[in-house]
């Protein structure tokens, strides 16, 4: 399973865009990258998944970039409802294991 | 509504006392698997399923155990619980399809103090 890095804490004023970054050097070729999110007092929830290049969905977009060594969870025009812990997961189901690794993820905090 | 269930939300028992913590979900979904979440230390994988009768070991597995005898349960069981597994777990399901394994469903969470 490749190890992912992230920052610890992140502060946004509202209706900026954020950009959090999570490092993985040991990714393998077949993995893909998933970021969750988590509010305070709620179970992660799912938001974005990719392999390469670029990713966009209502909630988020993901760059990859081609040596996909890292990747960067863009939010943009965060609110104050964007206040939560946002995870990075690396790893290919099926590849081996199933076990799911999710490290200690970043708590973005956004300011009025 | 699509979603997955845990009980007790929240609680207090003593050491050696055991207990279980039940998860349900109802999306039909082959992989289940329950986390503990520690401040400070994210989300760690205790053990997970990926069927009936199948399951592996996470992350931090010592003094828990499983099992997985219906596809929606997947109960997580303390013989003897100890005070550093006060905590905050979750369960959490999800299709066993490729990359759709990693689009998992969390539950509320329960909320355990071993006193």
């Not at chain 1, 104050?80 to 099926?94: E, F, I």
């Not at chain 2, 050696?16 to 989300?43: A, F, I």
């Amino acid at each position: 399973l490749a190890k992912t890095t992230q920052p610890i804490s992140m502060d946004s004023y509202e209706g900026q865009e954020v950009n959090i970054t999570c490092s993985h050097n040991n990714i393998a070729t077949n993995d893909y990258i998933t970021w969750y999110q988590q509010f305070p007092s709620q179970g992660p929830r799912f938001i974005i998944q990719g392999y390469k290049t670029k990713v966009t969905n209502e909630v988020a977009s993901l760059f990859i970039p081609a040596d996909r060594k890292s990747s960067t969870l863009s939010l943009p025009r965060v609110s104050l409802s964007d206040t939560a812990v946002y995870y990075c997961l690396v790893g290919a189901p099926g590849a081996g294991s199933y076990q799911l690794t999710f490290g200690k993820g970043t708590k973005l905090s956004v300011i009025p | 509504e699509a979603q997955v269930t845990q009980n007790p939300r929240y609680l207090i028992t003593v050491t050696g006392k055991k207990l279980t913590v039940t998860c349900s979900q109802n999306m039909n979904h082959e992989y289940m698997s329950w986390y503990r979440q520690d401040p400070g230390l994210g989300l760690r994988q205790i053990y997970y399923s990926m069927n009936v009768e199948v399951t592996d070991k996470g992350d931090v597995p010592e003094g828990y155990k499983v099992s997985r005898k219906e596809k929606r349960n997947f109960p997580l069981i303390l013989e003897s619980p100890s005070p550093n597994q006060t905590s905050l777990y979750f369960c959490a399901s999800s299709p066993l399809s490729g990359t759709s394994t990693y689009e998992q469903y969390f539950g509320p969470g329960t909320r355990l103090t071993v006193t």
